[in-house]
């Protein structure tokens, strides 16, 4: 049971708010959530906190906060499922999450909660029934443009900046906004991967875990079918084994209740009849075993110079195909707590680096970096006192990149076929793989 929700920017201001019992008083309550929520290290934010009796249930997307408040008897993972669907009607009815975005389309938002919630109690979270129910319309930040290659990105990825322009295509809201004459017939399947690494001193990877999805956003009308082939070589466990190439193995994988399965273990085909809006055709696993090299490697040195500075020579080496890049690549790196300034030289004027006092690390960004390239930066640390026991706060470090059109996998999508009214839609697949902890220790 509900009690209410609220949606916060990332400095803690209220965009939307709604109390459903009237038990509480709710700028309290948010005050409150996002006092603890600041005063806590880093990213470490608990999904679950609680306060004086009241329980706090959060997630985060696009920098903005999704809180709900609730008695100790509801279920906490029930009320972190919804809270996850909401992200998802927001981004199908009102476009990308952002903070101007939510303000724009307030009226919607709150119409839609008035839909799904009664008295606390979750009535509906079905985009296809919620659809007949709205009167607001969708306000669009901006018209959409193919010339507008900004900061766009996968519509259910955190990425940076992907400049691909169907990105930006498949953000709009699935309604027509104000102004507009309808939206053009279009598919967008993705295939996006989370990569977990741990990868030892001497270079041997100690933990490799993959976790995949492939989420179809569609535009069409609900009667079309559509059947989605993937990989003929697709095979799920070690003793699986199909077609003649090499193989493209999963631990275990589950589908969604609306994909029909008939063809998948003969073709490897997913059927489906989706309705408008984003949906999460099929989730797998790989651990250990990738078919493909590890994108990155850290070669490290660390001495102490004459005039007693810390001096940290870093290589890091991308291990992806020369034709392939990674972007957006950031090296966090845990540093003594007395280091106090520090002097660099890196390898090319486009990267960054900078000694961050309140974390007491060393950040290191790049832009962009090609497959087979080596990049190289010297650091030199002041930390007065340093010891041997200094040197133990030093590390691991902590990588996070995208690399786009590419999955560690290496599973593919053959075709997207549909068959139904409305002519040929136009139809866009796309590749995704980002870091979610890739830690080199040192």
């Given at each position: 049971?509900?009690?209410?929700?609220?949606?916060?920017?990332?400095?803690?201001?209220?965009?939307?708010?709604?109390?459903?019992?009237?038990?509480?008083?709710?700028?309290?309550?948010?005050?409150?959530?996002?006092?603890?929520?600041?005063?806590?290290?880093?990213?470490?934010?608990?999904?679950?906190?609680?306060?004086?009796?009241?329980?706090?249930?959060?997630?985060?997307?696009?920098?903005?906060?999704?809180?709900?408040?609730?008695?100790?008897?509801?279920?906490?993972?029930?009320?972190?499922?919804?809270?996850?669907?909401?992200?998802?009607?927001?981004?199908?009815?009102?476009?990308?999450?952002?903070?101007?975005?939510?303000?724009?389309?307030?009226?919607?938002?709150?119409?839609?909660?008035?839909?799904?919630?009664?008295?606390?109690?979750?009535?509906?979270?079905?985009?296809?029934?919620?659809?007949?129910?709205?009167?607001?319309?969708?306000?669009a930040t901006k018209?959409?443009?193919?010339?507008?290659?900004?900061?766009?990105?996968?519509?259910?990825?955190?990425?940076?900046?992907?400049?691909?322009?169907?990105?930006?295509?498949?953000?709009?809201?699935?309604?027509?906004?104000?102004?507009?004459?309808?939206?053009?017939?279009?598919?967008?399947?993705?295939?996006?991967?989370?990569?977990?690494?741990?990868?030892?001193?001497?270079?041997?990877?100690?933990?490799?875990?993959?976790?995949?999805?492939?989420?179809?956003?569609?535009?069409?009308?609900?009667?079309?079918?559509?059947?989605?082939?993937?990989?003929?070589?697709?095979?799920?466990?070690?003793?699986?084994?199909?077609?003649?190439?090499?193989?493209?193995?999963?631990?275990?994988?589950?589908?969604?209740?609306?994909?029909?399965?008939?063809?998948?273990?003969?073709?490897?085909?997913?059927?489906?009849?989706?309705?408008?809006?984003?949906?999460?055709?099929?989730?797998?696993?790989?651990?250990?075993?990738?078919?493909?090299?590890?994108?990155?490697?850290?070669?490290?040195?660390?001495?102490?110079?004459?005039?007693?500075?810390?001096?940290?020579?870093?290589?890091?080496?991308?291990?992806?195909?020369?034709?392939?890049q990674a972007l957006?690549?950031?090296?966090?790196?845990?540093?003594?707590?007395?280091?106090?300034?520090?002097?660099?030289?890196?390898?090319?004027?486009?990267?960054?680096?900078?000694?961050?006092?309140?974390?007491?690390?060393?950040?290191?960004d790049i832009p962009?970096?090609?497959?087979?390239?080596?990049?190289?930066?010297?650091?030199?640390?002041?930390?007065?006192?340093?010891?041997?026991?200094?040197?133990?706060?030093?590390?691991?470090?902590?990588?996070?990149?995208?690399?786009?059109?590419?999955?560690?996998?290496?599973?593919?999508?053959?075709?997207?076929?549909?068959?139904?009214?409305?002519?040929?839609?136009?139809?866009?697949?796309?590749?995704?793989?980002?870091?979610?902890?890739?830690?080199?220790?040192?």
């Amino acid at each position: 049971m509900l009690s209410q929700i609220f949606i916060l920017s990332s400095k803690g201001d209220r965009l939307i708010h709604k109390d459903f019992r009237g038990e509480t008083t709710g700028t309290d309550l948010v005050d409150t959530f996002y006092r603890r929520i600041t005063s806590l290290p880093g990213d470490q934010a608990p999904v679950f906190m609680e306060h004086e009796g009241r329980h706090f249930v959060h997630v985060r997307h696009g920098g903005l906060y999704f809180v709900a408040t609730t008695t100790p008897d509801a279920s906490p993972f029930t009320l972190v499922e919804f809270l996850n669907r909401l992200v998802t009607l927001l981004r199908d009815f009102c476009g990308p999450l952002s903070e101007k975005n939510v303000g724009l389309n307030f009226a919607l938002i709150y119409e839609l909660l008035d839909e799904m919630v009664d008295y606390g109690y979750v009535q509906t979270t079905s985009p296809e029934v919620l659809r007949n129910l709205l009167h607001a319309e969708p306000v669009a930040t901006k018209p959409f443009s193919l010339l507008d290659l900004g900061s766009i990105g996968l519509f259910g990825a955190e990425t940076q900046q992907s400049r691909v322009a169907p990105s930006s295509a498949a953000s709009r809201p699935v309604l027509p906004a104000q102004g507009e004459q309808g939206s053009r017939n279009e598919i967008f399947v993705d295939v996006v991967e989370r990569l977990t690494v741990v990868i030892a001193a001497n270079g041997t990877p100690m933990k490799v875990d993959v976790q995949g999805e492939i989420r179809l956003k569609s535009y069409l009308p609900g009667c079309v079918e559509m059947r989605i082939g993937l990989t003929e070589e697709f095979c799920v466990g070690k003793s699986e084994l199909r077609g003649y190439g090499a193989a493209v193995r999963v631990d275990e994988c589950a589908f969604h209740s609306s994909v029909r399965l008939d063809e998948f273990e003969s073709a490897r085909v997913l059927k489906v009849t989706p309705g408008q809006g984003e949906l999460t055709l099929m989730q797998y696993q790989l651990a250990d075993d990738i078919p493909s090299p590890l994108p990155f490697r850290l070669f490290p040195s660390v001495e102490q110079d004459p005039t007693g500075r810390l001096r940290l020579y870093l290589k890091l080496r991308c291990d992806l195909p020369p034709k392939s890049q990674a972007l957006n690549v950031r090296l966090q790196l845990p540093v003594p707590k007395g280091a106090s300034s520090l002097a660099q030289e890196l390898s090319s004027p486009d990267q960054a680096a900078e000694l961050q006092p309140d974390t007491k690390s060393l950040r290191w960004d790049i832009p962009r970096c090609q497959g087979g390239s080596q990049l190289a930066a010297l650091f030199k640390l002041e930390v007065p006192g340093l010891s041997r026991a200094s040197l133990l706060e030093l590390g691991p470090a902590n990588l996070t990149f995208e690399l786009p059109a590419q999955t560690c996998s290496g599973l593919r999508v053959r075709f997207v076929g549909v068959s139904g009214p409305g002519g040929t839609p136009q139809r866009w697949v796309r590749y995704l793989t980002h870091s979610d902890s890739y830690v080199l220790r040192l």
